[in-house]
């Protein structure tokens, strides 16, 4: 019987070695993959719908909002499967998308136009969110009136109320990373639209000013309402930074760097424990990057500066960039992520592929700044080169698009195999094409809980993820696994670019 059972489990054993030979031997369309990540915007979009428009069965939604108040915030993405904006995700999406097309505009070819347009899509609403003085919106929508309904964004019946910060109430996270979002944009839009880039600049400016003289976390004010959805755990130093260093990026202007300088320290000290909603949390450091923190993401972005601007002194940036990089490779002494059996990345914390998706992002971009600058990485004995930075990269996005286990991709639309029930309001229930007549709050439960497949493809969604035992259960309940999210996708375009232009 044991003779037996060792055969079984051997063959079991090199059947799944075949199976991992075949999904690392996949190659990939990253072209049709970046195409197709872009267009997953438009399926995220709040307001009056283009023309233009391509996924059409998407149709207008929200298109009072602010009207209560005698403010229009009509416009910009609802972050994931819900029909909330939450401005602190949607500001970070937008800053790497920017990002994404600062540093591989090139590789975008024709989705470069698409890319430019969801960019502009957010930049046009967060210069409504910031046009009063003394105020930032920050969130549209009651997020516990919106998660108790399960209906279409084209047929909200829920309280579409506007949240703000302000001098009295301030919220310099989320205000900084609107001030980011917009500095990385104008530079986008500096080259075809000098108008409208001064704007987004000038506007940068000054929201980035509210934030910093006005210093103050959203969580005590509007605690209530962004948590447990998007509190700040982080802390809002680092956002402050990180918009600062945008903003020098953007202008070369020495108070900014100065900024930047002054206030690293601040993040140098900020693993201290915070309590938010009587619960402590550890602060940001420099392994963390997301929508929450941008520590590891300052670093990296400081770190170009610093090597083409030959800056003589002591700072932390690229040394913490470097243990950064430390920290992902399987390889390092000082690795603190894991890998599945497949090979995906992980980290603590829902939504998995953020992760995967950010983290990826930094590999690449680093991995450019140091061939630029002819360096490796040292992690103790164990020398990394861009190259392999930029392997551990590939490694993820394949994963994503196939390679893995399951030989499954987990963008909805890309290749044979993909999520069918998806966490996603839109995409579960019929189209208004297909359905003219409202579905209410609980209208929408039955299609909740039905195991078919969502009617509507939200192509290009990037879904949470398998767990770390690479198993995905492909179920519409299981939001930790199926929802998808602007800030999994963003990063994701630029990496898609990169590979997309190398494979060219």
């Not at 499967?81 to 949607?90: A, T």
């Not at 920050?138 to 829920?158: A, F, I, K, L, S």
């Not at 839109?426 to 195991?451: A, M």
């Amino acid at each position: 019987m044991c003779a037996v059972q060792r055969i079984v489990g051997l063959v079991v054993a090199v059947m799944a070695v075949m199976v991992m030979r075949v999904a690392c031997s996949q190659s990939h369309d990253y072209g049709d993959a970046l195409n197709k990540s872009i267009l997953f915007f438009e399926g995220q979009r709040s307001g009056k719908l283009p023309s233009s428009q391509r996924m059409t069965w998407r149709k207008d939604s929200a298109l009072r909002d602010g009207y209560e108040i005698g403010v229009d915030l009509v416009g910009g993405y609802y972050d994931a499967g819900d029909n909330v904006k939450f401005n602190f995700p949607m500001a970070f999406s937008t800053t790497m998308l920017a990002w994404s097309v600062l540093e591989f505009g090139k590789g975008m070819s024709s989705d470069l136009p698409h890319a430019l347009d969801a960019i502009r899509w957010a930049t046009d609403y967060f210069l409504k969110a910031t046009s009063i003085p003394g105020f930032v919106f920050v969130q549209v929508g009651d997020p516990y009136g919106d998660h108790n309904c399960w209906e279409r964004p084209e047929d909200m019946d829920t309280p579409r109320t506007p949240f703000a910060v302000s001098k009295q109430f301030p919220g310099s996270e989320v205000s900084a990373e609107i001030a980011a979002a917009l500095a990385a944009s104008a530079m986008v839009f500096r080259p075809i639209d000098l108008k409208y880039s001064a704007r987004l600049l000038k506007r940068a400016r000054m929201v980035f000013d509210f934030a910093d003289k006005y210093q103050g976390s959203y969580n005590d004010s509007l605690g209530p309402w962004v948590c447990p959805f998007y509190c700040d755990f982080s802390g809002y130093e680092d956002e402050l930074v990180w918009g600062a260093a945008w903003l020098f990026k953007a202008t070369k202007q020495p108070i900014y760097w100065n900024y930047v300088l002054q206030n690293i320290n601040k993040l140098e000290s900020s693993a201290t424990v915070k309590y938010i909603n009587g619960v402590s949390y550890l602060g940001g450091s420099f392994a963390e990057f997301g929508w929450d923190s941008k520590h590891a993401g300052i670093n990296v972005l400081v770190s170009n500066l610093i090597m083409s601007m030959a800056v003589t002194g002591s700072t932390p940036f690229i040394s913490n960039a470097d243990k950064f990089i430390c920290t992902l490779l399987p390889e390092s002494p000082t690795v603190s992520v894991s890998y599945s059996p497949g090979g995906l990345l992980f980290k603590p914390g829902g939504s998995n592929m953020q992760h995967a998706t950010t983290l990826s992002f930094l590999l690449v971009v680093y991995a450019r700044y140091l061939k630029l600058s002819n360096r490796v990485v040292h992690c103790g004995n164990v020398v990394a080169s861009p190259a392999r930075l930029v392997k551990l990269a590939k490694g993820q996005v394949d994963y994503i698009l196939g390679s893995n286990p399951l030989g499954m991709s987990y963008m909805v639309g890309y290749g044979k195999k993909f999520p069918q029930r998806i966490h996603h309001r839109g995409s579960s229930l019929p189209s208004v094409g297909q359905h003219p007549k409202q579905i209410d709050c609980k209208g929408g439960t039955d299609y909740y809980n039905s195991k078919n497949p969502n009617p509507n493809l939200l192509i290009g969604a990037v879904v949470g993820g398998p767990d770390i035992k690479d198993s995905y259960a492909d179920s519409r309940e299981d939001f930790v696994q199926s929802e998808p999210t602007t800030y999994i996708n963003a990063p994701l375009v630029g990496v898609l670019a990169y590979f997309n232009f190398r494979s060219s």
